[in-house]
């Protein structure tokens, strides 16, 4: 770019790639009237360990008052039990839910719940994504 002259626009190309394709196939409709909505697949069961949920937290997550909770508007209210259900087995960590004015519905943990989630995902929370469990 010579100086003094400013882009407007930026053009970028990216690659479709099988792997994306199969990873998206297993988690969005693919054969309803809402083609693309995000559901939770059954293989969620076995591949859900803590380096998941703390990316999950690290993306949809928030901190407040002690206590963590994950934005998950797009899932079902059966998706969100499944979800709570999976959780619970799997780490013993109770989440329970709350709708969000006309956002959808919210999980979130109670404080005792919270510290048991943070004990479980804190080694895969990076540095600038610890206040979201409540870590400076």
């Known amino acids: 770019m010579r100086v003094g002259i400013k882009a407007k626009n930026a053009n970028f190309k990216i690659d479709h790639?099988?792997?994306q394709t199969e990873i998206y196939d297993q988690f969005y409709t693919t054969d309803s009237y809402r083609?693309?909505?995000k559901i939770v697949p059954n293989l969620l069961v076995d591949s859900m360990n803590a380096?998941?949920?703390?990316v999950w937290v690290m993306d949809d997550g928030s901190y407040n008052h002690g206590k963590i909770d994950i934005s998950t508007?797009?899932?079902t209210l059966k998706e969100i039990e499944k979800l709570c259900s999976i959780i619970k087995k799997k780490f013993n960590i109770t989440m329970l839910y709350h709708k969000d004015?006309?956002?959808g519905y919210r999980i979130y943990c109670n404080k005792k719940e919270t510290q048991k989630l943070?004990?479980?995902i804190?080694?895969?929370i990076?540095?600038?994504?610890r206040y979201k469990i409540g870590l400076s």
């Open 17 to 19: 790639c099988l792997e």
């Open 35 to 37: 083609c693309g909505r």
């Open 51 to 54: 380096f998941v949920i703390a």
């Open 73 to 75: 508007y797009s899932f």
């Open 101 to 103: 004015r006309d956002k």
């Open 118 to 120: 943070v004990d479980l």
């Open 122 to 124: 804190c080694p895969y």
């Open 126 to 129: 990076i540095k600038t994504m």
